[in-house]
Each structure stands twice: as structure tokens, then as C-alpha cells.
């Protein structure tokens, strides 16, 4: 899927160009390991591929998950997650 900006609102359309996920989002990254990084109200969270918040938006922000992990921003420290989000590797500097 590939990420579309409709009326300042980011969602998700399939390669027909059929949109998957209503734009809602106020960013959004790219799918990779089945979830995708989004942006509410200043904060980031992640959604699988049907749409449900599988991370709810927490994070300053996060880089895209490999091999089942991420990295995320919390007060301007490291950490990284799992696809649950439970920390393998709590924040630090």
C-alpha cells in the first residue's frame, strides 16, 4: 500500500489506487514488517494493514519496524519496541 494526502489528512490506498485506510491521519510512513507509522495530534503510534491502531500514538516519533522492531523517540531519548509495543530497550540518551 502507499500513503495519499487527501484534504491535509494522510491514509492508505492499494495498488489499484482503492482507498484501504480513510484518510485520518495527520502523517503517515511506510508499511513495513504489516504496520505503518502515523501522526495524531502531534504524537506517533502505528496501524497494521487493515486500519487498526495496533500502538497507540505515544511517541515524539519512530522509525519503521525491521525484523519486528522499531525505534521511537520519548523525551528526546532512544528507545525501541516491539510489534506490541512493549520496550525491548527502555528510552535513554
Known amino acids: 500500500m502507499a500513503s495519499v494526502r487527501i484534504d ?18 495527520d502523517g503517515t510512513g511506510v508499511f513495513s514488517d504489516g504496520l505503518i507509522s502515523v501522526t495524531v495530534n502531534d504524537k506517533v503510534g502505528f496501524i497494521d ?4 491502531m495496533v500502538i497507540s500514538p505515544q511517541f515524539e516519533n519512530a522509525l519503521d519496524f525491521k525484523c519486528g522492531v522499531a525505534g521511537v523517540i520519548v523525551d528526546s531519548k532512544l528507545g525501541y ?12 540518551n
Open 49 to 52: 494493514k487493515s486500519g487498526i
Open 81 to 92: 519496541i516491539d510489534k506490541s509495543g512493549t520496550y525491548i530497550w527502555m528510552p535513554q
Open 8 to 25: 491535509k489528512k494522510w491514509g492508505c490506498i492499494d495498488k489499484t489506487g482503492k482507498m484501504k485506510i480513510l484518510p485520518k491521519f
